[in-house]
């Protein structure tokens, strides 16, 4: 018989993947050549934690594709072990896809094929599972212990990007024998030269007064790297354009600059990767832990950049700034702006702020004063748009989706863009329902008429007369939902409107701008070509250029 082996070397203890296919190889072999097994396909999964189901595992995934082959050479499964083949409830889960598929799955605890129908081979596997679901979490509490140990006792350096203001240093050999024999160092943080200047400055600038965004914008003036672009590999996913204010609250708070160590500031938590389908298993997710539940070392382990007075400060002006500040509350705005929200700039593609200046409306884009990238990114000062020179272009051009040319099209968008709701599509489903039971009554009645017996025709029609009261009712008790408009009736609305040209200019500021968002009308300023590229959503998407300046 042809067998397919299935291993998996553990990421828990980190056994070399080599030798560890190896013994699960012999131990599986052991088990089927007296029987006169020869392994012909092997699935090996190297690196992957076990707690991941059979789907999320490649090789382990590609053993459940064999399965489905008619072609696929061999008759049955052979694991080296389950404690690395299964977890939790996974053996449940995947052992009745090997039984529909007639495949036999061998198990050396088991001492030779699996009987699906046995309870105590079910038990057993039961019990190998959960023995591997908890020598996990052995190890995780173990793992979690020495580190708090170390980084507490010992203020050691346990991994991860050194903090901006130090650099890593050799610490000589690493305390451990075995990994001190495969060549691993310890290492620890000590002052970086270049960068251990600018953290001192940015709390003297926060102490003596400097906000948090006056720093960055100090800093960014002053040509000085920010942290993403100063250690460019360990941040290929930031631009390093300029200081940011994050980067400098991030400083700010970092209690590593006090010369103790810090562990444990973020945790991995394990969540259901899709709620409606537990068997897809966990997906891990960085979560910040509390400030109680931190690690910090009794004493100091590589040179502090700040003292401990200075950092406690900087935090007390932080809580106080955080409490002073007042609630947020939503006024409302001094003018209207017809086009609030839908004007963006075309370089970099923001949405640019209403402003009034001498009595009238612009939109206004500072991008770069206000993020400090003006030496940085070639982008204007300021962009103004003045929003009496679009008006009549827009309106114009908004208008002529109802033209006699354009008003069939536009009619039938305008119709085929509504959208049903929830209770909108439940009250259609029930309606059609009534109307399915109504025509099985006049089929049931038909047959009445044909000479069936008539005992059970009557109890069908009885069953359906009374299905159909109970849709009736949820019509009764579904709450009003708005009829959907037919395109003769938009087309009676959009006549009585007459002139829209005229009705879009006599509108006021505020229903024209919800006109317009309700059209998703969406404006992008070129201020190079002074030019607006106008974009609408009815059904399709249309777009073309509106001068502003007198240009085409």
Not at 20 to 38: D, K, N, T, V
Not at 439 to 449: M, T, V
Not at 464 to 481: F, G, H, I, S
Request: hydrophobic content about 40%.
């Amino acid at each position: 018989m042809n067998f397919a082996f299935y291993g998996r070397v553990s990421t828990e203890d980190q056994q070399d993947p080599k030798a560890s296919r190896a013994w699960q190889l012999m131990r599986a072999s052991a088990l089927i050549e007296p029987s006169g097994g020869e392994i012909t396909h092997e699935f090996f999964d190297i690196g992957l934690s076990r707690s991941l189901p059979w789907k999320r595992r490649p090789e382990a995934a590609r053993l459940l594709t064999a399965l489905r082959d008619q072609n696929r050479g061999f008759q049955a499964v052979v694991i080296g072990e389950p404690h690395r083949a299964f977890y939790g409830n996974q053996f449940s889960l995947t052992v009745p896809v090997f039984t529909h598929f007639g495949i036999q799955l061998w198990v050396p605890e088991i001492g030779g094929p699996l009987d699906p129908d046995n309870e105590a081979h079910e038990l057993v596997m039961s019990v190998f599972g959960g023995m591997s679901k908890g020598e996990r979490n052995r190890i995780k509490v173990r793992v979690r212990t020495a580190m708090t140990a170390q980084a507490e006792l010992e203020g050691r350096y346990l991994g991860g990007r050194p903090p901006y203001g130090y650099t890593l240093v050799d610490l000589g050999p690493h305390p451990n024998p075995s990994k001190a024999a495969g060549g691993r160092r310890l290492r620890g943080l000590a002052r970086d030269p270049n960068t251990a200047p600018v953290v001192e400055r940015i709390f003297e600038a926060f102490l003596n007064g400097y906000g948090i965004f006056a720093i960055a914008e100090m800093l960014t003036a002053a040509n000085i790297a920010c942290p993403s672009a100063n250690d460019p590999t360990r941040n290929r996913h930031r631009s390093g354009i300029a200081w940011s204010k994050s980067a400098v609250r991030t400083i700010l708070t970092n209690p590593r600059y006090t010369g103790y160590q810090v562990w444990n500031k973020q945790r991995t938590d394990e969540v259901l990767l899709d709620v409606e389908d537990v068997a897809l298993g966990h997906t891990s997710i960085m979560r910040w832990n509390p400030g109680e539940k931190w690690v910090t070392s009794k004493a100091p382990s590589h040179e502090a950049l700040v003292a401990q007075e200075t950092f406690e400060r900087a935090q007390e002006i932080l809580h106080r700034r955080a409490r002073s500040g007042a609630p947020h509350r939503k006024h409302r705005a001094r003018h209207s702006y017809v086009f609030s929200g839908v004007v963006f700039c075309g370089v970099c593609e923001r949405r640019m702020q209403g402003q009034f200046s001498h009595g009238d409306a612009y939109y206004r884009c500072r991008y770069a004063k206000e993020y400090a990238l003006a030496n940085k990114i070639d982008h204007p000062g300021n962009v103004y748009l003045r929003e009496g020179v679009l008006i009549d272009p827009v309106d114009t051009w908004l208008a002529s989706a109802f033209s006699p040319a354009n008003l069939d099209h536009t009619v039938a968008a305008i119709a085929g863009a509504q959208v049903l709701d929830e209770p909108a599509i439940r009250t259609k489903q029930v309606g059609e329902a009534i109307a399915a039971c109504d025509s099985k009554i006049k089929q049931y009645r038909a047959a009445l008429d044909a000479g069936a017996d008539p005992a059970l025709v009557t109890g069908w029609i009885a069953e359906t007369q009374t299905e159909r009261v109970r849709l009736e009712l949820q019509l009764t008790q579904a709450p009003k939902v708005p009829r959907r408009m037919t395109q003769d009736e938009i087309r009676q609305l959009v006549t009585a409107l007459g002139d829209i040209v005229a009705v879009l200019r006599n509108a006021h500021p505020e229903d024209k701008a919800e006109v317009y968002r309700q059209l998703n009308l969406r404006l992008v300023y070129d201020p190079e070509t002074t030019t607006v590229r106008a974009n609408v959503s009815l059904g399709a998407n249309r777009g073309e250029k509106v001068g502003v300046r007198g240009g085409t």
